[in-house]
């Protein structure tokens, strides 16, 4: 499995970004998947999976209301709309795909992770 993240880059505080993850080499529509970010020197961070079929949803506490995650199985991508971007935003975002089809939370159980992709929120 192949995940291909993109849309990062840098925005003024209270912007919006929105970035994608392309899946490819396996069927993506089945397992849940979800993106997290890492800042040098400090552990993944969870922030927004979704269940195969989109019904469910979780966030992380510092992103709830402002970040929401999505996914279009024909296409075999995911997205994660942020809005109102805040400097504490910044780090490197990673898509991940977890091993079974219902939303977790649990990193353990996220099996295959993109390259990740960088997300600054500066003025």
């Known amino acids: 499995v192949q995940l291909q993240a993109s849309g990062g880059g840098l925005v003024q505080p209270g912007g919006s970004l929105r970035l994608s993850c392309a899946a490819s080499g396996s069927i993506f529509s089945t397992n849940a998947v979800g993106w997290y970010r890492q800042a040098p020197g400090k552990g993944r961070e969870f922030v927004a999976a979704?269940?195969?079929?989109?019904?469910?949803?979780a966030y992380g506490d510092p992103v709830k209301g402002r970040f929401t995650i999505s996914r279009d199985n024909a296409k075999s991508t995911m997205y994660l709309q942020m809005n109102n971007l805040k400097p504490a935003d910044t780090t490197i975002y990673y898509c991940?795909?977890?091993?079974?089809?219902?939303?977790?939370?649990?990193?353990?159980?996220?099996?295959?992770w993109g390259q990740g992709t960088q997300v600054t929120v500066s003025s």
């Open positions: 979704i269940s195969w079929n989109s019904v469910s949803t």
């Open positions: 991940a795909r977890a091993i079974g089809s219902w939303m977790t939370t649990e990193t353990p159980r996220y099996r295959y």
